[in-house]
């Protein structure tokens, strides 16, 4: 059966956007309206002539609505397939009337746990009818549509279905109640078991949108959002201009912003970020100096990269960033100077996120591979000077302790094996990724000197620079590339069983050294 003229409709929603209009939409059709409840009354209200739920079903509603909808009379006119002589027998002798369309959205359940309500009113916003009805119209989606999306109301509105949109309906329903019950899990599990890591865990993720490709032309790409409370990230983000964000974008964005939020209450900081690394940081008293300060420390992977910053850009700040190629730029705000410059980038991207995640937040990650995903808890340590232990002769002065601990924030969110100069609030060399921590610290350095004389400086900011590794160092060899490198100060977790090597060759070369106690793996 393609097409089906709707006949009755039975509507119960929580959310009532869009429900009169559709009401009205189909009484002028000629369909039957049947509702339960506050739609009920909210049509009565728009002049509209409804069934009442328990008119249909003969039995009244009970226990403070927990009882209306789960009736013979509703899931027979549901689930009976239409020209089935068996069906067709059943419902004439049970006086069961079919029904042709369900608009159903359920109990804010994810929103009453988000308003931080108490357990009990929690459970009662645990919907039992609105999945039951649900489920019981999409299985026999051949005959009956399911609504459970507000943007798909208009497609009804001429009174008829087809089989097409039934089978779009149905698949859109199931992923709803599949979601709606994945939210009750986690609460009951997480929330009010404590259980941080379950027996089962389930992802609702909601798609935003579908990306063109994904970190290669040849792989496909979609970005989900998840839609959870209190959650606020790229997902959350306004983009205000520029073309559709790809695969690498987002990823980028996530990097620099995850980054950026470690100093959201801190001095004005700019992060720039390339394929996942951020390749220059730095604070100062005003946004534009911080710009410039970051931007020196590598001027070449700063063409195209994606910036992130802990204030409402200015005019000063935007005049810089648009004077060279830059893919995205992620924001708290702009003021009016600022977006006019930016809207003539038309490539652009900004996006402004209205306020910055909470770097201490908890919450999980997880990574798939062949067979099963790694779950773990959110990096989320930091560090402060009360935490460190210094461990050399000489103790850090107070402006190589800040350096510290600004190098070993950034160090946090570059990738394993990572070591971080930095010097007065700005990086001054950064080395990712690389095989083991020698090579990180010599390609941080020569990167620092590279910087240095493409901006004409007399030396490199290494000199007198702190440095941050992200593990200990199992040798002195990499510590000792960071005395060549001209570094006076060293942060790094210590608890290598050659810690009391490297603490020697720290002395010898008067250097001040520090141990959180914690590292910052990040592969």
Not at 28 to 50: C, F, I, Y
Not at 498 to 516: H, K, P, Q, Y
């Amino acid at each position: 059966m393609d097409q089906v003229k709707i006949r009755r409709a039975l509507l119960s929603v929580s959310d009532k956007t869009g429900i009169v209009e559709l009401a009205q939409a189909l009484a002028a059709q000629g369909v039957e309206l049947v509702s339960t409840g506050g739609t009920a009354t909210a049509l009565r209200n728009a002049g509209l002539a409804v069934r009442d739920i328990s008119d249909l079903t003969g039995f009244p509603e009970m226990m403070d609505g927990r009882v209306k909808t789960l009736h013979p009379k509703v899931h027979g006119g549901l689930l009976a397939i239409r020209g089935n002589e068996d069906h067709e027998t059943s419902m004439a002798e049970h006086e069961i009337a079919p029904i042709d369309l369900v608009v159903v959205n359920l109990y804010p359940f994810a929103e009453t746990v988000a308003r931080g309500a108490n357990r009990d009113t929690i459970i009662e916003n645990i919907d039992i009818g609105g999945p039951s009805m649900v489920r019981s119209a999409a299985k026999n989606h051949e005959s009956v549509a399911i609504l459970t999306d507000p943007a798909d109301y208009a497609l009804v509105a001429d009174g008829t279905t087809t089989l097409a949109q039934r089978r779009k309906f149905a698949a859109k329903a199931y992923a709803a109640t599949a979601a709606y019950d994945a939210m009750i899990a986690s609460w009951f599990g997480v929330v009010d078991q404590g259980e941080q890591f379950p027996d089962t865990m389930h992802l609702a993720l909601k798609r935003g949108q579908e990306l063109r490709y994904g970190e290669n032309p040849h792989q496909k790409a979609a970005f989900y959002i998840h839609g959870g409370p209190h959650v606020q990230g790229i997902g959350q983000a306004r983009q205000v201009q520029g073309k559709e964000l790809s695969y690498n974008n987002y990823n980028d964005a996530d990097a620099a912003l995850e980054l950026v939020s470690e100093f959201r209450d801190g001095p004005p900081t700019v992060v720039i970020v390339k394929h996942a690394n951020p390749c220059g940081v730095a604070s100062a008293a005003t946004l534009a100096d911080a710009y410039a300060a970051a931007f020196a420390c590598d001027t070449v992977s700063a063409f195209g990269g994606i910036i992130a910053v802990n204030r409402p850009l200015d005019r000063a700040t935007a005049e810089q960033i648009t004077s060279i190629f830059t893919e995205v730029v992620v924001a708290p705000g702009a003021d009016e100077e600022a977006l006019a410059l930016f809207e003539a980038k038309k490539n652009l991207r900004l996006l402004l996120t209205e306020g910055l995640p909470d770097p201490a937040r908890g919450g999980l990650t997880a990574k798939s591979f062949a067979g099963g995903w790694l779950v773990q808890s959110r990096d989320n340590g930091i560090v402060a000077r009360e935490d460190l232990k210094v461990v050399t002769k000489r103790a850090p002065t107070e402006q190589e302790l800040a350096d510290c601990l600004f190098a070993w924030t950034v160090a946090k969110h570059v990738k394993s094996n990572a070591i971080v100069y930095a010097r007065d609030g700005s990086t001054a060399g950064i080395g990712a990724g690389q095989m083991n921590r020698l090579e990180s610290a010599r390609i941080a350095a020569w990167k620092a000197k590279d910087a240095a004389d493409k901006a004409g400086w007399a030396q490199p900011r290494t000199i007198g620079s702190a440095v941050a590794s992200d593990a200990f160092f199992p040798f002195a060899d990499g510590l000792l590339a960071a005395v060549e490198a001209g570094a006076t100060a060293v942060i790094q977790p210590g608890g290598s069983i050659r810690d009391d090597d490297v603490i020697a060759a720290a002395d010898a070369a008067g250097l001040a050294m520090v141990f959180t106690g914690m590292r910052h793996f990040r592969h």
